[in-house]
């Protein structure tokens, strides 16, 4: 799985496209408005790449998917207020095309420099993105000479811009590597794949089960222990027979969270105490209660202070520890207690030498509420992606990039 990278290849004078995920939050959704991004984080992440690869004196063709446009027609999802930002972060310009392969890109590539930077328009405004069209991804390889690929975000999907390019660009016999995000992402969460350190803590929380069954399974298989909270721990509390009021419970769940309990009651951490409000509102009235005595007209929306004890406890003396999902409803502060309570324990286990591992959307989101992502061993860019890969599947982005 060792995947070549930027730094393994000779970047001078060469043509490189980019495969970044510039896939960022945008101001509005109406194309009569200014559009503008509202959160650039994505956009720093593929700094080092870029600034690499310039550095090396290369020209640079990047590209990305922005949103879910249905087709070139929704222009609310032109690549023109990244443009705008990356030349700011930058401080140098950003040539704008408004296709994603075509004559006026070839035109524009043909007249790049050593230091350029061209930015492609949204690579779903095509339909062969996601349908992974040969044509498509050949018409990509055809404008450089090197592929890189930094969109750690998207690898878990077979697209034109992320797998097929990479084969495309194999096939005309240039090389396919990863940028720097991408192998950072790769090697720190490879730390909890391959050969990972024990004791080994897995925590678990967020909204769904459904969506995590075969995480939660490769988990118990590798981990020495599993934590669970959030939204989740609440089916568990209801498969082993306790009330748990209005709170969100996947009944479909139950019979897999019975058989997990059966077979892996050992290593599985349960809430023993939790936040329970009437409402999912700022301003409501909430209590603490032992679970057992969550009152039937109120629902779970934090773990409690025994709860956030026993899972300190738990993490003492762990080697690694990997954390997926939100404890409770961390949007809310007044239900966001626990979840900053255990970034906190986590923070500082980081800085006793734990390799402290976070992934999924919500969860990276929630450690940068906290102020404590740089604490961290490593926050995933990649919600989907990092679950995918903690999973143990293989990502097609990753796969069909050149091995070392
Ligand atoms: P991630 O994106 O990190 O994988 P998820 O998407 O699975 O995490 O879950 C995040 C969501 O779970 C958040 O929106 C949070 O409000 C919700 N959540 C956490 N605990 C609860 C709870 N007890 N009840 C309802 N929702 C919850
Ligand atoms: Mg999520």
């Given at each position: 799985?060792e995947?070549?990278?930027?730094?393994d290849?000779?970047?001078?004078?060469?043509?490189v496209?980019t495969r970044?995920?510039f896939?960022?939050?945008?101001s509005?959704q109406?194309?009569?408005?200014?559009?503008?991004?509202t959160?650039?984080?994505r956009?720093?992440a593929?700094?080092?790449?870029?600034n690499?690869?310039?550095?090396?004196?290369?020209s640079?063709?990047l590209c990305?998917h922005l949103?879910?446009p249905?087709?070139?027609?929704?222009?609310?999802?032109?690549m023109?207020p990244v443009?705008?930002?990356?030349?700011?972060?930058?401080g140098?310009?950003v040539?704008?095309v408004?296709?994603?392969?075509g004559?006026?890109?070839?035109?524009?590539v043909?007249?790049?420099q050593?230091?350029q930077?061209?930015?492609l328009?949204?690579t779903?405004f095509?339909?062969?993105?996601?349908?992974n069209d040969?044509d498509l991804?050949?018409?990509?390889?055809?404008?450089?000479?090197?592929?890189?690929?930094?969109?750690?975000?998207s690898?878990?999907r077979?697209?034109?811009s992320?797998?097929?390019?990479?084969?495309?660009?194999?096939?005309?016999?240039?090389?396919a590597?990863?940028?720097?995000l991408?192998?950072?992402?790769i090697?720190?969460?490879?730390?909890?794949v391959l050969n990972?350190a024990?004791?080994?803590?897995a925590i678990l929380?967020?909204?769904?089960?459904a969506?995590?069954?075969?995480l939660i399974e490769?988990?118990?298989?590798?981990?020495?222990?599993?934590?669970?909270?959030?939204?989740?721990?609440?089916?568990f509390?209801?498969?082993?027979?306790?009330e748990?009021g209005?709170?969100?419970?996947?009944?479909e769940a139950i019979?897999?969270a019975i058989?997990?309990?059966?077979?892996?009651?050992?290593?599985?951490?349960?809430?023993?105490?939790?936040?329970v409000?009437?409402?999912?509102?700022a301003d409501?009235?909430v209590?603490e209660?032992?679970?057992?005595?969550v009152?039937a007209?109120?629902?779970?929306?934090?773990i409690?202070l025994v709860?956030?004890q026993h899972?300190?406890g738990?993490?003492?003396g762990?080697?690694?520890v990997?954390w997926?999902?939100?404890?409770?409803v961390?949007?809310?502060?007044?239900?966001?207690?626990?979840?900053?309570?255990?970034?906190t324990?986590?923070?500082?286990?980081?800085?006793?030498?734990t390799?402290?591992?976070?992934?999924?959307?919500?969860s990276?989101?929630?450690?940068?509420?906290?102020g404590?992502a740089?604490?961290?061993s490593?926050?995933?860019?990649?919600?989907?992606?990092?679950?995918?890969?903690?999973?143990?599947?293989?990502?097609?982005?990753?796969e069909?990039?050149?091995?070392?």
């Amino acid at each position: 799985m060792e995947k070549q990278t930027i730094k393994d290849i000779d970047l001078s004078g060469k043509k490189v496209l980019t495969r970044v995920d510039f896939n960022v939050p945008l101001s509005s959704q109406d194309p009569n408005e200014d559009i503008f991004v509202t959160d650039d984080t994505r956009i720093l992440a593929a700094i080092p790449t870029i600034n690499f690869i310039l550095n090396e004196g290369a020209s640079l063709i990047l590209c990305s998917h922005l949103g879910r446009p249905r087709s070139a027609n929704d222009t609310q999802f032109a690549m023109r207020p990244v443009a705008l930002r990356l030349e700011e972060l930058l401080g140098r310009p950003v040539i704008r095309v408004n296709e994603v392969v075509g004559s006026e890109v070839s035109e524009a590539v043909d007249k790049m420099q050593a230091g350029q930077i061209i930015l492609l328009e949204n690579t779903r405004f095509l339909p062969g993105e996601k349908e992974n069209d040969p044509d498509l991804a050949h018409k990509l390889a055809l404008l450089a000479d090197v592929y890189v690929n930094d969109a750690f975000g998207s690898a878990h999907r077979a697209h034109a811009s992320t797998e097929g390019v990479a084969r495309a660009m194999r096939a005309k016999g240039g090389p396919a590597v990863a940028g720097l995000l991408m192998a950072k992402e790769i090697s720190a969460l490879s730390k909890a794949v391959l050969n990972p350190a024990h004791p080994y803590v897995a925590i678990l929380g967020g909204a769904k089960i459904a969506d995590k069954i075969i995480l939660i399974e490769n988990l118990l298989r590798v981990a020495d222990r599993l934590l669970i909270g959030g939204g989740m721990a609440n089916t568990f509390l209801k498969a082993q027979g306790y009330e748990v009021g209005d709170s969100l419970v996947e009944e479909e769940a139950i019979p897999e969270a019975i058989r997990l309990l059966e077979t892996e009651s050992e290593k599985i951490l349960l809430p023993v105490d939790a936040i329970v409000a009437g409402e999912v509102k700022a301003d409501t009235e909430v209590a603490e209660v032992t679970i057992g005595d969550v009152p039937a007209d109120k629902m779970i929306l934090d773990i409690g202070l025994v709860t956030i004890q026993h899972f300190n406890g738990a993490l003492q003396g762990a080697k690694l520890v990997v954390w997926n999902g939100p404890m409770g409803v961390f949007e809310i502060q007044r239900f966001a207690a626990g979840t900053n309570a255990l970034a906190t324990i986590l923070a500082g286990l980081a800085s006793q030498g734990t390799e402290v591992i976070v992934g999924g959307g919500d969860s990276a989101a929630a450690v940068a509420q906290a102020g404590l992502a740089e604490r961290m061993s490593h926050v995933s860019t990649g919600g989907g992606a990092s679950l995918q890969f903690l999973e143990g599947k293989s990502l097609p982005g990753i796969e069909a990039l050149d091995d070392k």
